[in-house]
């Protein structure tokens, strides 16, 4: 459970909470069928990503390596450049956070939340520091958009209705989200993690499987609940504050409490995701060199403290926030075919014959997210 919530609260970031309430703004109802999609592509990546490496024993990049060297070397640097990319949006989301709740400047905000994030990964032990850290701060922002989602009464009938059956479908939105979701550092954040702890093997595959499902079930959940929770705002006619879309709807749905709830929120998701980006960036670089591995916590607070200081300079990227989303959709269907070649190599898969349905649905995502991906570089390019 503390991978899965390590995956989950990594990918529930500010640009979460920015991407979900703009394309239900947009969208309207007809974005439940883009939650339900991805979702459902998510699950397909998340499953052979997880049990691939726990079967080899192999992180990522190594795997990687493995298949044709100099590829992990590849992957690692999309993956750290995306995360540093988010990074710096968790960051300024810390600020904005700590502004909310406190009235404090966004740039102390972010320089306080450097230095809890920092202590996280100090503490002697780091690993179950990490795994408690995310899991009640993820539990946390649920809840509170749960009573937002509840207040705002939204229309369940007409939600469920265009989730089977939209009146629109946004490539982009589908691409944006499961790149959100799954793509780049994230779906690799909480196999790591597993690997770290020591659960591997064929004989673990049943709690891969568990984790892995439970990471996507609970960004699911959280998805869904602020799509709720914007839908029964928009639907009403209500615009929302285009320079900060979900704290307007908390503010809309319950005054200036919600707006406090919403500051909670937003930084409990900034924080658990810088945490998430740093340990999983570093985790892609660390078996390159022993150095690497041996300062493992002073290169993770190297990837914190340049992110902060990004950030102080640089201001706010809410426009990064949405392109390292996207950016990072088109990542996944190149790292998961890396994944799903790896399946029919015996030698790294240890006489395990990794079963034709799985690969059957990695595939599927691949040529899914690949074809998604086409189309939204043509759109771009326009």
């Known amino acids: 459970m ?10 529930i970031g500010p640009g979460f909470l920015t991407q979900t309430t703009v394309f239900t703004w947009q969208l309207g109802a007809a974005f439940g069928f883009v939650v339900l999609i991805s979702i459902l592509l998510d699950i397909g990546a998340q499953l052979n990503i997880w049990r691939v490496l726990a079967i080899t024993e192999r992180r990522a990049q190594d795997l990687a390596n493995d298949l044709l060297p100099g590829l992990g070397y590849l992957l690692a640097a999309l993956v750290v ?55 009640w701060l993820g539990l946390l922002m649920v809840l509170l958009t749960i009573y937002i989602a509840i207040s705002s009464e939204p229309p369940l009938g007409e939600a469920i209705r265009q989730t089977v059956w939209p009146s629109v479908i946004d490539t982009k939105a589908i691409i944006t989200l499961v790149g959100g979701t799954v793509g780049g550092y994230i779906s690799f954040a909480g196999a790591h993690r597993l690997l770290d702890a020591g659960i591997s093997g064929t004989g673990q595959l049943k709690l891969v499987n568990k984790s892995a499902v439970s990471g ?11 799509f ?7 639907t ?3 615009s929302l504050d285009s320079s900060n879309p979900p704290a307007s709807v908390f503010r809309i749905v319950a005054g200036i409490a919600g707006y406090r709830f ?3 929120v937003m930084w409990s998701a900034a924080i658990t995701s810088v945490v998430g980006a740093a340990y999983t960036s570093v985790s892609f670089l660390k078996t390159f060199h022993p150095l690497i591995s041996a300062y493992e916590r002073w290169v993770i607070s190297f990837f914190i403290v340049f992110s902060t200081i990004i950030f102080v300079f640089v201001g706010n990227p809410v426009q990064l926030l949405i392109t390292a989303g996207a950016l990072n959709g088109l990542i996944l269907p190149v790292a998961l075919a890396v994944i799903l070649i790896a399946t029919v190599k015996k030698k790294l898969m240890r006489d395990y014959r990794y079963p034709v349905w799985m690969q059957v649905i990695g595939w599927c995502v691949v040529l899914i997210m690949g074809w998604l991906s086409a189309v939204t570089l043509i759109a771009w390019i326009k």
């Open 228 to 234: 709720l929770a914007t839908l029964g705002v928009v």
């Open 216 to 226: 996507i079930i609970i960004t699911g959940i959280m998805r869904t609940v602020l």
């Open 81 to 135: 450049l995306g995360g540093l990319a988010f990074n710096i949006g968790n960051i300024a989301g810390c600020g904005l956070g700590i502004q909310v709740i406190t009235g404090m400047d966004t740039i102390y905000g972010a320089l306080l939340s450097c230095g809890i994030a920092l202590f996280v990964f100090w503490i002697k032990e780091m690993g179950y520091m990490l795994d408690q850290f995310t899991r």
């Open 236 to 238: 009403k006619g209500i």
């Open 262 to 264: 919403f500051g909670v």
């Open 2 to 11: 503390g991978a899965a919530f390590l995956m989950a609260t990594s990918a």
